[in-house]
């Protein structure tokens, strides 16, 4: 028999008010207990992550990270950014107290009452910067995706200091801190990849200029089958940092063909992908490769990815050693903050963001 449709709410204003207005989340509407999902929520068939295209068998690299120096770590590297997109680190130089205290920090956030986290809404926020929100853009999707988040734009401790939630702040500056040591590691590695031995000045500012946490907060689900935690995309940083719990749930495309790769948690594993600035910057040689959340029917989960981006006011395009030895560039030059804001502007679309900078 077909669940009961019972609507909590008369109508989608009343829905939108208690989720959105209200900044009760998807969390709010998880621990109402629904015994269905509403309807704003149903994805498209053609959305729903399908049983027969998991690929059961499959797993993206996972790459051991202990000896950074070793040219087979960097081998390993530029391989799994050019043919996967995707892959995890383990044994990196995190520590993992530092990744437990921001996975414990992202609870606390999420716990505060809907009144206090609406302070960081993008209606009340006191800075563009600092943004509670849930779903992806939920004034342009045809369906909300059953997600929650806090998105932390870093411009300098001082700021963080004064307009970050304190219930968070301590932990995602060090999660940030730390991390970098690891993102100039990869970077390097991938830029010599690619024949690019000094990262200049303007060099180090498109590929990690700038920097945006994320925490992701995807509650217990109704009716999981019928809607996503995140919906298909590639991101559009340079690189991208995530830290998932024990759950699971992220899947990955193969090969841009039909099948979809589980990303298995591993404890003390940091999960990294190419984003688009990166796929323009090396003129397509490393790619961004769609990823999507299943949303879950027995436990809350949370992820915390860091986006390492160009600045807002750089130009990216092909870099300039690979187009001098006569190969065709095939992405134009285009401003990053244009490119985020079409990102931003439309709902999650696959890999069609990159169209954008396509020549
Ligand atoms: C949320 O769920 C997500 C997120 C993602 C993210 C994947 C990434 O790769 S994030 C990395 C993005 N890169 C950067 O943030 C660095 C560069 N930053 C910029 O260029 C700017 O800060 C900006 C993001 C373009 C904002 O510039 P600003 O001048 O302040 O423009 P606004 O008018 O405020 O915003 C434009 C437009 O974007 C929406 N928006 C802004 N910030 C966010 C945010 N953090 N999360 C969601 N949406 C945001 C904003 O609402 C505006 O839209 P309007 O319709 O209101 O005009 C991957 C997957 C996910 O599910
Ligand atoms: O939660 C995850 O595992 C991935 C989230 C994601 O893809 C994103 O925030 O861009
Ligand atoms: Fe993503």
Redesign the pocket.
Known sequence: MAPTRAEPFSDSSALIDFVINQGNGVKGLSEMGLNALPRQYIQPLEERMCMINIKAQESIPIIDMSNPDDPEVAKLICEAASKWGFFQIINHDVPIEVLENVKDATYKFFGLPAEVKNKYS?EHSSS??V?F?T???P??EKAL?W?D?L?L?YVSEEEASALWPLACREQVLDYMRKSEVVIKQLLKMLMKGLNVNEIDETKESRLMG???T?L?YYPKCPNPELTVG??R?S???TL?ILLQDEIGGLFVRENNGDNWIHVPPIKGSLVINV??ALQIMSNGKYKSVEHRVVANGYNNRISV?I?V????SDMIGPLPELIKDGEKPIYKQVL??????H???KG?DGKKTIEFAEL
């Open positions: 993008k563009n910067n943004r929100g779903s992806f853009t004034q342009a995706e997600k988040y998105s734009f700038s920097m945006r994320n992701n995140v919906g995309h991101d559009v940083s991208t984003g688009d990815p986006f981006n160009p600045r807002p990053y903050s244009d490119y985020v804001k990102f931003f502007r999650h």
